[in-house]
């Protein structure tokens, strides 16, 4: 399984999650097996200035099937879930804290939006 986060800086699995996924500056991409981390890497978003559904494209090009994020709105979800990707909302914590509640089953999906989303584009 291969888990994408959208984070706000780049220090491995000690990185933060960002407020909303389609302006983070980076993604954690973790690979889990046998309910452990085997590897992760930190990947530059390129469309931090993005268009509606080019992030879901570019977190299933890197063969993940879950996103963990905080805020997202009804839209990228309808895109991530078109293209099989789970997606949790209303996380919150480190890329390793979110990954081990998600595999030890804690990890819920929860509505969350960031404060003043939607009022500045459509998503």
């Given amino acids: ?7 706000i800086d780049n220090a ?6 960002s407020e909303h996924f389609g302006h983070a500056p980076y993604f954690a991409f973790v690979v ?4 452990g981390i085997l590897s992760h890497e930190i990947v ?10 080019q992030i879901p494209d570019f977190v299933k090009s890197h063969g993940a ?21 789970e997606a949790i909302t209303g996380a919150g914590g480190t890329v390793k804290e979110l990954v081990e509640s998600y595999l030890d089953g804690k990890l819920q999906s929860r509505d969350y939006e960031p404060e003043g989303h939607g009022q500045h584009h459509n998503h």
């Avoid at 491995?12 to 999650?17: N, Q």
């Avoid at 879950?66 to 099989?84: C, D, N, P």
């Fill in 44 to 53: 530059s978003n390129p469309f931090e200035e993005h268009q509606p559904g």
């Fill in 32 to 35: 889990a097996e046998n309910g």
């Fill in 65 to 85: 099937n879950v996103i963990i994020t905080r805020g997202m709105g009804s839209r990228a979800k309808q895109f991530f879930q078109a293209l099989g990707i």
């Fill in 12 to 17: 491995g699995l000690e990185s933060r999650i």
């Fill in 1 to 7: 399984m291969k888990i994408a986060i959208p984070v």
